[in-house]
């Protein structure tokens, strides 16, 4: 009995490594889905005005948990590269972000952290050589306007200090993002998460007892915030994000922080009983479409000498 044979004109199975990819987009999408819950609880839950111990309180507690689970230390190059992540990913990210929820409107602080695929993309050129294609850049554009017309609402009021803490944070973020894709990951994503939110939790930790003094009084509800924001929005989500960063294109992961000021807007609806006017549906969808159209990379091919375009 002849063995069979395969016929080169039969469609190629789907690849398996294909759905593998969507399977970690979908988990590294998990982080900011719950980051998307920040300007609820900063605004709802949190002490007021004390952005500085609220990162800190946010990264250190958890990065000092991991590293306790994990028992891996830096090495060699590792303790200064470990540092400048969680400094950019971590430290300043959080600081400049509780800085911006407290000092401007949700609205206006999510669109400027919107603007994060396309600095990405700029930063992605000469740190990693990768060119940014004209469908991620148009679709980074869509992704601000539909961020813009999802959460900015009647008259807009700019604080100058708020608006730069916005920008600074998206781009320091940004920054990391792309040097973790640089640098890459030496150790498991426990360790590797839990290096960078003790690092971000030192490099805050002076200057809140410096500017903001002596923790404040916390009640049940802060408590419950802070325990949200530190172990789902920061522990969990991170491993997720650092997991997914280290496999997938990171363009395309940097799209998926879109989806928080998505869920920032839901919880609106759906907890502040806040509601949708049609503008702010149209840019829910069109945000929406812009995250999951950069996650492909169409190109155009042309047909080599020779052979014949399929009819």
Same mark, same amino acid.
């Given at each position: 009995?002849?063995?069979?044979?395969?016929?080169?004109?039969?469609?190629?199975?789907?690849?398996?490594?294909?759905?593998?990819?969507? =399977?970690?987009?979908?988990?590294?999408?998990?982080?900011?889905? =719950?980051?998307?819950?920040?300007?609820? &609880?900063?605004?709802?839950?949190?002490?007021?005005?004390?952005?500085?111990?609220?990162?800190?309180?946010?990264?250190?507690? =958890?990065?000092?948990?991991?590293?306790?689970?994990?028992?891996?230390?830096?090495?060699?190059?590792?303790?200064?590269?470990?540092?400048?992540?969680?400094?950019?990913?971590?430290?300043?990210?959080?600081?400049?972000?509780?800085?911006?929820?407290?000092?401007?409107?949700?609205? &206006?602080?999510?669109?400027?952290?919107?603007?994060?695929?396309?600095?990405?993309?700029?930063?992605?050129?000469?740190?990693?050589?990768?060119?940014?294609?004209?469908?991620?850049?148009?679709?980074?554009?869509?992704?601000?306007?539909?961020?813009?017309?999802?959460?900015?609402?009647?008259?807009?009021?700019?604080?100058?200090?708020?608006?730069?803490?916005?920008?600074?944070?998206?781009?320091?973020?940004?920054?990391?993002?792309?040097?973790?894709?640089?640098?890459?990951?030496?150790?498991?994503?426990?360790?590797?998460?839990?290096?960078?939110?003790?690092?971000?939790?030192? &490099?805050?930790?002076?200057?809140?007892?410096?500017?903001?003094?002596?923790?404040?009084?916390?009640?049940?509800?802060?408590?419950?915030?802070?325990?949200?924001?530190?172990?789902?929005?920061?522990?969990?989500?991170?491993?997720?994000?650092?997991?997914?960063?280290?496999?997938?294109?990171?363009? =395309?992961?940097?799209?998926?922080?879109?989806?928080?000021?998505?869920?920032?807007?839901?919880?609106?609806?759906? &907890?502040?009983?806040?509601?949708?006017?049609?503008?702010?549906?149209?840019?829910?969808?069109?945000?929406?479409?812009?995250?999951?159209?950069?996650?492909?990379?169409?190109?155009?091919?042309?047909?080599?000498?020779?052979?014949?375009?399929?009819?």
């Amino acid at each position: 009995m002849s063995s069979p044979t395969l016929d080169p004109r039969s469609p190629a199975p789907p690849a398996e490594p294909r759905r593998g990819l969507w =399977a970690i987009t979908a988990l590294t999408a998990l982080a900011p889905v =719950a980051w998307g819950s920040t300007y609820l &609880v900063t605004t709802e839950w949190l002490p007021p005005d004390r952005p500085l111990f609220s990162a800190l309180v946010r990264a250190l507690p =958890a990065g000092l948990l991991l590293l306790a689970f994990t028992r891996v230390a830096p090495t060699g190059h590792w303790w200064w590269r470990a540092t400048v992540l969680g400094t950019l990913n971590m430290g300043a990210f959080f600081a400049l972000l509780f800085v911006a929820a407290y000092r401007l409107p949700g609205g &206006v602080a999510a669109t400027l952290s919107a603007a994060q695929p396309l600095m990405v993309a700029l930063l992605a050129l000469p740190l990693l050589a990768q060119r940014p294609t004209p469908w991620r850049l148009g679709w980074g554009v869509a992704g601000v306007l539909g961020v813009a017309l999802m959460v900015l609402r009647g008259t807009v009021t700019l604080d100058p200090i708020g608006v730069t803490a916005g920008l600074a944070g998206t781009a320091a973020m940004a920054t990391g993002i792309v040097l973790t894709k640089r640098w890459g990951r030496p150790v498991g994503v426990a360790a590797f998460t839990g290096w960078q939110l003790t690092a971000g939790g030192l &490099v805050i930790a002076p200057f809140a007892l410096l500017i903001e003094g002596a923790p404040p009084p916390l009640d049940l509800s802060a408590v419950a915030g802070y325990t949200w924001l530190a172990g789902v929005g920061t522990l969990l989500a991170y491993v997720a994000w650092f997991h997914g960063l280290s496999t997938l294109p990171v363009q =395309a992961v940097s799209f998926l922080p879109l989806l928080s000021p998505v869920v920032a807007t839901l919880l609106g609806w759906l &907890v502040l009983t806040e509601t949708l006017t049609l503008p702010q549906t149209l840019g829910f969808l069109l945000a929406l479409v812009a995250i999951g159209a950069a996650q492909f990379s169409p190109t155009l091919t042309r047909p080599t000498p020779g052979t014949r375009t399929p009819e």
